[in-house]
């Protein structure tokens, strides 16, 4: 039972373009939400958030969107550089803020070529 | 701030064999969690602790996985006897009241 989805596994950008990472959750309650960024041999780092009660917070050139009723999130990378090259998690939880259970996605790996 | 730490970096055991895995969560954190990676996957949770309480050990295959964490600090998870699918990397995490997950970069098992 696969709550969070990244149905992309792989997604290339030209360095300065735009990158959309997508993410789909089946599970309503869910209401708070996560990206990660994971180097390889790294463990995963805290990205950017947001509360079901938002449908959009940035970051830099990180902005993460939120659609409830198609339960979707995107997160979206202006400019692209090439040090965002890495695997990106999205994560979600549920009754508890960010202190909840996290559950995740299966990753994006995004290249960003120069 | 030092970050979490984690042992051994890499570790292959042949089936059935045992092997544990140390983690040191950032001071002052009193949430500690282990997530399963496998290739290919997100982290799975298998167990968190708030001090040194299970709050959640829902998807830990407690016939052969366990883990401790006695004085509320360090964390050891064991597996025994081990089998192939345990081959993944092993993630410790830890986060402070209020705040996000910090990572450690991971044991990675690979079972033979």
């Known amino acids: 039972d696969q709550q969070v989805k990244q149905n992309s596994p792989s997604l290339s950008v030209q360095e300065g373009r735009i990158s959309i990472l997508n993410c789909d959750y089946t599970n309503s309650m869910f209401d708070y939400f996560l990206w990660y960024k994971k180097y390889p041999a790294e463990g995963p780092t805290f990205l950017i958030s947001?509360?079901?009660?938002?449908d959009k917070n940035e970051d830099g050139r990180f902005t993460v969107f939120l659609n409830k009723s198609a339960k979707h999130l995107s997160l979206h990378i202006v400019p692209s550089q090439p040090g965002d090259s890495a695997v990106y998690f999205c994560?979600?939880?549920?009754?508890?803020?960010?202190?909840?259970?996290?559950?995740f996605g299966q990753g994006t790996t995004l290249q960003v070529k120069p | 701030e030092a970050g979490v730490a984690q042992s051994p970096r890499y570790k292959i055991i042949e089936k059935r064999q045992s092997v544990a895995f140390w983690c040191n969560p950032i001071?002052?954190?009193?949430?500690l969690y282990w997530y399963q990676q496998i290739l290919g996957q997100g982290p799975k949770l298998l167990i968190q602790?708030?001090?040194?309480?299970?709050?959640?050990d829902s998807q830990l295959p407690k016939d052969r996985f366990s883990a401790e964490r006695l004085k509320g600090v360090d964390s050891t998870l064991k597996i025994q006897p081990a089998k192939l699918e345990d081959s993944a990397v092993y993630l410790c995490?830890?986060?402070?009241?209020?705040?996000?997950?910090?990572f450690g970069e991971g044991s990675r098992l690979t079972v033979l």
């Open positions: 001071s002052g954190h009193a949430t």
């Open positions: 602790f708030q001090n040194n309480g299970v709050v959640d």
């Open positions: 947001i509360s079901s009660i938002k």
């Open positions: 994560a979600a939880s549920r009754g508890s803020g960010n202190t909840g259970k996290l559950i």
């Open positions: 995490a830890s986060r402070p009241a209020g705040g996000e997950l910090f």
